[in-house]
Antibody, heavy 118, light 107 residues
């Protein structure tokens, strides 16, 4: 069964940095595009970044462009999100998800909570 | 950016009801439209992709239709476990925007 597990969330001060990790198993990681999606408390879903299997194609939402970096290590079956210059409005649960052929997010992790507060 | 507008934002219904949620894109997205269900405290769950293809394991009472800019999610006969929030998402062009969600609650 496909497994997706995020880690690395926590409390950080405004302007600080955090790196999220997403460990996957039971599928050939290098052949799938992966997404990060976040959800602020009580709010809807926000797509924030995607990376293709070979890292050739990377996209970001405007809200995080220039501050967040998505990358992957296919040998470790892991996806990452480096978050710099964090803002209070980045407070959210961050989900990692595998993408299918229509770039739908077909398998999701349970999420990791990032809280940005002084 | 492509804007996704769902309606209604909230909906009250009863077990056994037929329910329809609509999603409109600000420009054509052909059939790159996905539907998710989310229950409180849980990750979203993919229900339908490519506008009308049911994800494996999803009950057949869920169906999707539409193309271009207008799409619908239909639940043919509501069951108690269907009360949740539903989101559409376009995966045609980044940023892959979500609708604002439809909160389906019990009447």
């Amino acid at each position: 069964e496909v497994q997706v597990v995020e880690s690395g969330g926590g409390l950080v001060k405004p302007g600080g940095s955090l790196r999220l990790s997403c460990a996957v198993s039971e599928f050939t990681f290098s052949t799938y595009t992966m997404n990060w999606v976040r959800q602020a408390p009580g709010k809807g879903l926000e797509w924030i970044s995607s990376i293709s299997g070979s890292s050739d194609y990377i996209d970001y939402a405007d809200s995080v462009k220039g501050r967040f970096t998505i990358f992957r290590d296919n040998s470790k079956y892991s996806l990452y999100l480096q978050m710099n210059s964090l803002r209070v409005e980045d407070t959210a649960v961050y989900f990692c998800a595998r993408c299918g052929g229509y770039l739908e997010s077909d398998y999701w992790g349970r999420g990791t909570l990032v809280t940005v507060s002084s | 950016d492509i804007q996704m507008t769902q309606s209604p934002s909230s909906l009250s219904a009863s077990v056994g009801d037929r329910v329809t949620i609509t999603c409109r894109a600000s420009q054509t997205i052909t059939n790159y439209l996905n539907w998710y269900q989310q229950k409180p405290g849980n990750a979203p769950k993919l229900l339908i992709f490519a506008a009308s293809i049911l994800q494996g394991g999803v009950p057949s009472r869920f169906s999707g239709s539409g193309s271009g800019t207008d799409f619908t999610l239909t639940i043919s006969s509501l069951r108690p476990e269907d009360f949740a929030t539903y989101y559409c998402q376009q995966s045609y062009s980044p940023p892959y925007t979500f609708g604002q969600g439809t909160n389906l609650e019990t009447k």
